[in-house]
């Protein structure tokens, strides 16, 4: 759904850096003006909010199962790092 062809509301997670990319990048949709990634406050980041189901819309992935505690665990961490790694 956010592949770099078309990428679904305009997010693009598969070209590379995509943390250095969206560590600047707010959303557009629901939560509308949050940024998607905070370093700072992974837990505050939209990306996170989403595929833990906390508030923003529609849970993430919204195709298929979600993501397991140990997958969202990842993705904070990988906030944590968006500042300086991909």
Do not use: F
């Not at 990319?21 to 557009?28: E, F, G, K």
């Not at 979600?66 to 665990?73: D, G, Q, Y």
């Amino acid at each position: 759904c956010h592949a770099a062809n078309d990428p679904q509301a305009g997010l693009d997670l598969a070209s590379p850096e995509p943390g250095r990319r969206l560590s600047a990048a707010q959303a557009t949709s629901s939560c509308a003006g949050e940024a998607l990634l905070d370093p700072a406050a992974p837990d505050q980041s939209v990306l996170y909010r989403k595929v833990s189901g906390m508030e923003c819309g529609t849970r993430m992935p919204s195709v298929g199962a979600a993501l397991s505690p140990s997958e969202i665990e990842c993705v904070r961490l990988w906030i944590a790092q968006s500042s300086t790694t991909s």
